[in-house]
Nanobody, 122 residues
Framework: QVQVVESGGGLVQPGGSLRLSCAAS????????MGWYRQAPGKQRELVAR???????NYADPVKGRFTISRDNAKNTVYLQMNSLKPEDAAVYYC????????????????WGQGTQVTVSP
């Protein structure tokens, strides 16, 4: 069994910062891409940022220069440092992990966390 658990959401004022964490645990053979998505009320889930196992980065245009994604492979954890937060960043943030579970090499699959709420309000 694999679990993906996010933490670090909360309420912050515009211009403030938050750091999200996401840890994958369980029987994991290898982890490929780790990423963060978000979904605001009435909107589709969208990519925020992702990082490959080799460290390649991809950011959505609205967060470039403000958000930083990083990972600790020893801890199977991905982070999202969010600075200069804006009201339009408010959403439920989801962690996505592409990995191979178990002990046999095969096709990877994606696992999602339960989401963590980020609220940006004065």
């Amino acid at each position: 069994q694999v679990q993906v658990v996010e933490s670090g959401g909360g309420l912050v004022q515009p211009g403030g910062s938050l750091r999200l964490s996401c840890a994958a645990s369980g029987s994991i053979l290898t982890i490929y891409t780790m990423g963060w998505y978000r979904q605001a009320p009435g909107k589709q889930r969208e990519l925020v940022a992702r990082i490959t196992s080799s460290g390649s980065l991809n950011y959505a245009d609205p967060v470039k220069g403000r958000f930083t994604i990083s990972r600790d492979n020893a801890k199977n954890t991905v982070y999202l440092q969010m600075n200069s937060l804006k009201p339009e960043d408010a959403a439920v943030y989801y962690c996505n992990v592409d990995l191979i579970a178990g002990q046999v090499w095969g096709r990877s699959r994606e696992y999602w966390g339960q989401g963590t709420q980020v609220t940006v309000s004065p």
